[in-house]
T-cell receptor
Framework: EAGVAQSPRYKIIEKRQSVAFWCNPISGHATLYWYQQILGQGPKLLIQFQNNGVVDDSQLPKDRFSAERLKGVDSTLKIQPAKLEDSAVYLC??????????????FGPGTRLTVL | KQEVTQIPAALSVPEGENLVLNCSFTDSAIYNLQWFRQDPGKGLTSLLLIQSSQREQTSGRLNASLDKSSGRSTLYIAASQPGDSATYLCAAPGSSNTGKLIFGQGTTLQVKP
């Protein structure tokens, strides 16, 4: 079974530039998550999709971050414009679960973003 | 609001030692609790998932326990090996039980040969 795919693996940009990350979840997984992991901290949920609908985006900085999951499969996360404090690893995860049930989440390798 | 704390932040042990990693959480009304492993530059790998009805879960040399009443979980690693060196994260569901995970800050383990 193929795992969660993410690209790019690394990205270096200057502040105020834009950047986009891509995630392809495990086939058949209805739920997709984007987490932000700052160095030395645990991951923090940015946004959760159930199919192509948003379940939770309470911690997404909506003035600069956006995400979409068209057709309920792949997802993109965009930052525009980036700030220095956005330097982090962005992790995508997916699970089979329907909203309200709790299955194991499978994580991709992450995209390491450095904002200069 | 669920909060998860892990102690210690870092741990260094000689090979062969048994060790315990600690995790505490504030909202005891949880369905389950998960332990993950993260290697440098890699994503997270699920190690153990303990359902709220269980007291412990075992996989090989790993044993995780869950005590909801005290808001604590422990991960016991027996006969540690250098290959166990990694960051270990525990995660509890958010209070809304939508599937969102609240992570601790992790314990970075180094096992010296």
């Amino acid at each position: 079974e193929a795992g969660v795919a993410q690209s790019p693996r690394y990205k270096i940009i200057e502040k105020r530039q834009s950047v986009a990350f891509w995630c392809n979840p495990i086939s058949g997984h209805a739920t997709l998550y984007w987490y932000q992991q700052i160095l030395g901290q645990g991951p923090k949920l940015l946004i959760q999709f159930q199919n192509n609908g948003v379940v939770d985006d309470s911690q997404l900085p909506k003035d600069r971050f956006s995400a979409e999951r068209l057709k309920g499969v792949d997802s993109t996360l965009k930052i525009q414009p980036a700030k220095l404090e956005d330097s982090a690893v962005y992790l995508c995860a997916s699970s089979f679960q329907r909203a309200g049930s709790l299955d194991t989440q499978y994580f991709g390798p992450g995209t390491r973003l450095t904002v200069l | 609001k669920q909060e998860v704390t892990q102690i210690p932040a870092a741990l260094s042990v000689p090979e062969g030692e048994n060790l315990v990693l600690n995790c505490s959480f504030t909202d005891s009304a949880i369905y389950n609790l998960q332990w993950f492993r993260q290697d440098p530059g890699k994503g997270l790998t699920s190690l153990l998932l303990i359902q709220s009805s269980q007291r412990e879960q075992t996989s090989g040399r790993l044993n995780a326990s869950l005590d909801k009443s005290s808001g604590r979980s422990t991960l016991y690693i027996a006969a540690s090996q250098p290959g166990d060196s990694a960051t270990y994260l525990c995660a509890a569901p958010g209070s809304s039980n939508t599937g969102k995970l609240i992570f601790g800050q992790g314990t970075t383990l180094q096992v010296k040969p």
